[in-house]
């Protein structure tokens, strides 16, 4: 019997209202004109991301046809197609991804562009392990991008926002682990507000740590990322009307960041990642790190100044590299985005 054909269900009114019903910027391939016209307005399209410091990135590593290269952040894969370009069909390019869901969208879609295993081997693997990527190649050049992708962000699935309603997970790779919802429940009051203060720099950790775990002596729960959200507006209702509402909002960024990051053991692994990076570069490696918050920061700037010290690194940035401002408005995730490098000696 001949199936009956399906419209697609198309949203009410001018503008889609949620993450499923963005048809268009969901098959960016498809609707190239309606995705370059959102972009062109300074937004990100739900299931895209748009890659940071491209030109900058390419400047300093300088990538010669021929070389050995790691994306150790392989995300949407915009980065890896430009290092791919440089390469010109010659040398190899390796990348690493966690997140089984969009790693896989992104094989398909590099493939699609003629960037096949002969040219580029994913692994899907943390890039704390980077020793394990390729064990008996050393790399002319290295990029990680600690940032999440905009393409986890915007779906509410995921739980990386408190815009949507969404459950509480925070995970990037969803298959493993404990979710943000289990660990908020594991955490003791002084536990969750020192968490929130070396994570994100939370001025009302106190304050939050107690609502939350008020809710749990309450045999309330905490499951979905509103209710999450909920809470610390709950939490900040002493701040004075005119400013509770940014600082609710800032509060909500800062919390989900560092669940975000407890949750998948993100300082640990960059510790371990900057540990064996010397180890897996050619003498003259070139390496860029793009960091998004205080806290990585620190720990890419500590170890360059170290290891530079000890002769390891034979330069590296003495100031951090900031988007301009017109990408910046092209694209309002880049704000707090500094890049860093090391060259081996």
Known sequence: ???????RVRYKGTHPRSYREKYKELNPEKYQDDV???IQSGKTPAGMHISIMVNEILEFLDIQPGQIGLDATLGYGGHTRRMLEKLQGQGHMYATDVDPIESEKTRARLEALGYGPEILTIRRMNFADLDQVAPDQKFDFILADLGVSSMQIDNPERGFTFKYDGPLDLRLDPTTGVTAAQRLRELDREELAAMLVENSDEPYADQIAKAIITVFKKKGTIETTRQLADV???????????ERKEAVKKSCQRTFQALRIDVNSEFEVLYSFLEKLPSVLKPGGRVAVLTFHSGEDRLVKKSFKQLLKEGVYSDAAKDVIRPS?????????????KMRWAVKA
């Open 1 to 7: 019997m001949e199936q009956e054909h399906k419209r």
């Open 36 to 38: 370059a016209k959102i």
């Open 232 to 242: 610390i507006e709950q939490a900040l209702s002493f701040l004075p009307a005119k």
């Open 325 to 337: 401002a017109e990408e910046c408005f092209q694209n309002p995730r880049a704000k707090s985005t």
